[in-house]
């Protein structure tokens, strides 16, 4: 092992990493997982990944880091213990009045198969380019374009398509995911 | 003219659940590289069959009516009684001190002492029962923007798909009696290393194993006789043991059988403020809780440098100003809700109740909806939870789980409740293969205020 004050990659290099993106990671996890309690075991698992994996971590680490949280999350999918629930079931963390739009358009995406929520996530609201999506997903920039070509014309379909906007039931606070 | 990254934009931004959420974070970095240098790695999934499963075989043990006691025991208080004045102002410091014992005392898992057998009756009357007798909780009344709420939740999660790759193999077994020689009565077992059966395999599972009945709902379910079953806890409990009951033939399953990994979980404990509008701020403190003594013992012996236990970390922290048109619904709303979802949902349906609980009428509609719209459940009697305190328990097998489905799916719910104030006090989540405890949760208190921020 490198003595700490030559190795770049040391605590107060995390520090840093940790600072400026723990709030990303959050948000990723706060847009797939049912409260904020979900999403702060997400992010913990992801910096304590990134810390044992830091020389892997590129000089844009964003993509990375999500790339990360996202096996994270396929992971625990498998295990059954944190399933992402669909959009349509993600607490409104918004606020009152929430337009009618924004409700169909949840809805509609919790329609879509996961592949093409991922990518209309990735680009909505993770803000990433198509190259970075690419990393996160692990596809060539090509293959990510298409996808979301593919995906906003389902998204369009099912936008067209009435669905119903809500369960019918309040969502559920933090705290709660019990049975996840 | 747009391009198409920028148009998804436009369309899906409105609709994004974290819109306005600015987290800080709330670990230090240090103890994330403590965990990371300490703790085996986390992502690594294990199937069945692979090497790195070391539970016995997954057989599904013959269902037999017999006791169960998870976990070790030891005496800690009971929630904080005490009456409370309807419309008053709680401000933070009237919240009750320490009611789950101290941190850091105990960190192996407590136990769930119930009693189950073939031919449960259907929940459904004795639920109605409940609400027809829920009398006003130390959580009802009080006046605020804030509604605090405190529990514990265990997840066998980071540990429990991880192949051994350091250290000594825990001893799960320990040094318990023969596995087949039965615990005497009143003998506790307060190291937790009550062993499994000389099979190896779990003793019993706690649930039917069939499909679950969908036809329960008229069936006529036997008077409430006499006085509940479960046994008595371990004499180092805070519950008196109940002399002058039958004493039926205690088995440990559970946690203090099957890990995959090294017998700890981790445990959180959470002090919650649902704002106005949505989490306020949580305040949480993580350890490591193991399944047994021996357990502790081994996962300490393979990692001479833990996480530090009793380490607390400030929670995050998110306000907003107005309230969701979600969260703004009433308490009637949220159980009407329970008549349209997935059986999944139930659980969260209910915790939901809880949170938002300070209200007798809202919990009696919750339980007479349950007994009416999801028949399946069966009702388990009284038990004595993972924090000492008596309640009555349903279950339900994993409504989903079909013949062909793997183990990990078999997440078998229990939900406990104050038998006098019909609240929600605990859920359990086990596997129903093995009757492996995959998850428990305990609420101690909820309560209206008009301000948020107690800290530890």
């Known amino acids: ?180 | 003219m747009k391009s198409s990254v920028e148009r998804t934009r436009d369309l899906l931004g409105p609709a994004d659940p974290a819109r306005g959420f600015d987290p800080v974070p709330p670990h230090p970095v240090h103890a994330l590289i403590t965990r990371a240098d300490s703790a085996p790695e986390v992502i690594v999934p294990v199937r069945p069959g692979s090497p790195a499963e070391t539970g016995p075989p997954r057989t599904r043990p013959r269902l037999a009516r017999r006791t169960v006691l998870l976990g070790a025991a030891a005496g800690v208080a009971g929630v904080a009684a005490g009456s409370v004045a309807l419309g008053r102002v709680f401000r933070a410091d009237d919240l009750p001190g320490p009611v789950l014992g101290a941190w850091g005392d105990d960190d192996v898992v407590r136990p769930l002492a119930y009693e189950f057998g073939d031919g449960a009756a259907p929940a459904a009357d004795r639920l109605r029962d409940l609400a027809d007798r829920i009398t006003p909780s130390a959580s009802d009344g009080g006046e605020g923007r804030y509604t605090a709420v405190r529990g514990r939740r265990w997840e066998r999660t980071i540990l429990r798909d991880v192949p051994l790759a350091q250290g000594p193999r825990p001893d799960v077994t320990g040094t318990a009696m023969p596995p087949s020689t039965p615990r005497p009565p009143g003998t506790s077992d307060p190291a937790g290393t009550a062993s499994p059966t000389d099979t190896g395999l779990p003793p019993g599972t706690a649930y039917p194993t069939a499909a679950w009945p969908t036809n329960t709902v008229n069936t006529p379910v036997p008077p409430r006789t006499g006085v509940p079953t479960h046994t008595s806890l371990p004499t180092n409990t805070a519950v008196p043991p109940r002399t002058g009951l039958p004493v039926p033939t205690r088995t440990p399953i559970g946690p203090l059988v099957l890990d995959w990994g090294q017998g700890a979980g981790m445990v959180s404990e959470t002090w919650s403020w649902y704002g106005p509008g949505w989490l306020a701020e949580t305040d949480i403190r993580v350890r490591l809780e193991f399944v047994s003594a021996d357990a502790r013992q081994s996962w300490y012996a393979a990692h001479p440098d833990p996480i530090e236990p009793g380490r607390s970390d400030r929670g995050y922290k998110a306000t907003y100003p107005e309230l969701p048109a979600a969260l703004a619904r009433t308490t009637d709303e949220v159980v009407a809700s329970l008549r349209e979802a997935n059986p999944r949902e139930t659980v969260d349906i209910a915790v939901l109740v809880r949170q938002r609980g300070t209200d007798p009428a809202g919990r009696a509609g919750f339980l007479r909806t349950l007994a009416d719209v999801q028949p399946h459940w069966v009702w388990r009697g009284e038990v004595v939870d993972r924090v000492g305190r008596t309640g009555v328990a349903i279950s339900r097998p994993s409504p989903e789980l079909g013949p062909d489905e793997p183990y990990w799916h078999a997440g078998d719910v229990v939900l406990i409740f104050d038998p006098a104030s019909g609240e929600l006090i605990g859920v359990e989540r086990m596997r129903q293969a093995d009757g492996a405890l995959d998850e428990y949760r305990v609420f101690t208190e909820t309560r209206r205020l008009a301000e948020s921020g107690r800290t530890w």
């Open chain 1, 1 to 180: 092992m490198e003595p700490p004050d030559l190795d770049p990659r040391n605590e107060a290099w995390f520090s840093t990493i940790y600072a400026d993106f723990y709030p990303h990671i959050m948000r990723y996890g706060m847009r797939r997982l049912p409260d904020a309690e979900a999403a702060g075991e997400l992010a913990q698992d992801v910096f304590v990944i990134t810390w044992r994996r830091r020389a892997e971590v590129p000089a844009a680490p964003l993509p990375w880091l999500y790339g990360v949280a996202r096996r994270v999350l396929a992971n625990r999918r498998r295990a059954d213990t944190h399933v992402p629930v669909p959009v349509a079931h993600v607490p409104d963390r918004g606020f009152q009045n929430e337009p009618a739009a924004v409700l169909d358009l949840r809805a509609a995406l919790a329609t879509l198969p996961e592949p093409d929520q991922e990518i209309l996530r990735l680009i909505g609201w993770e803000e990433l380019s198509v190259g970075e999506a690419a990393t996160v997903l692990g596809c060539s920039r090509t293959a990510a374009g298409v996808r979301l070509h593919r995906a906003r014309r389902r998204l369009t379909a099912a936008l067209a398509t009435p669905q119903p906007t809500s369960r019918g039931y309040a969502v559920a606070a933090p705290e709660t995911g019990g049975s996840r």
